[in-house]
């Protein structure tokens, strides 16, 4: 009479004959990879360069975030509902542009160009609002990961390492409109 051990996997119940830790082990692998055979088109990423793993190279739709591409708005939807929190954001690169400083998407597109541009946080973020046309209130600025506050002491030295992120005011359910 064979024994049987329970292991839990994905939230179902796997019974395995507890002969030997190797068929176990086998069995569960079986279990828990069912798809045999090369990955579907559909789950790659990447091509196979270390800039770009795990980055959809050929989707259409991208996210305004974290630059991550999907095929579908669908999935676009779902990424951003389930991995940002369900609000939509964009963000922005500053650089250098003759005098001016210029906002990019993280895809390289032109959003935006200031000239004369502050290195007071509160003024440059008046600017960004007013090249963007929207509030300042829907912008953050932020630099090695910190936001900067309006009442930010220094000024702004290294302008190109600063990150703008524009909340849409838009969930992940109207983000097409």
């Known amino acids: 009479q064979a024994t049987f051990s329970q292991e839990r996997s994905r ?4 019974l395995v004959p507890a002969s030997s830790p190797t068929k176990q082990l086998a069995a569960m692998f079986r279990f828990m990879n069912p798809l045999p055979g090369p990955m579907p088109a ?7 360069t270390i800039a770009n793993v795990g980055l959809r190279i050929r989707g259409a739709c991208q996210c305004q975030e974290c630059n991550q591409r999907f095929d ?12 940002h929190g369900d609000k939509v954001f964009r963000v922005m690169t500053l650089s250098k542009a003759d005098a001016d400083l210029q906002g990019s998407s ?7 160009r200031v000239r004369k541009a502050s290195t007071k946080v ?19 600025l932020f630099q090695h990961g910190s936001e900067l506050n309006d009442d930010h002491a220094n000024s702004l030295d290294d ?19």
């Open 72 to 83: 579908t708005e669908k999935a676009l939807q779902l990424h951003v509902k389930y991995i």
């Open 42 to 48: 559909s789950a790659r990423s990447g091509d196979g």
């Open 11 to 14: 939230h179902t119940l796997l």
């Open 159 to 177: 302008i190109e390492a600063i990150t703008v992120r524009q909340d849409l005011g838009r969930d992940s359910n109207h983000m097409f409109d």
């Open 122 to 140: 509160q003024e440059l973020r008046g600017q960004i609002s007013e090249a963007l046309d929207c509030h300042p209130l829907f912008l953050s």
């Open 106 to 112: 993280l895809g390289g597109q032109e959003l935006f």
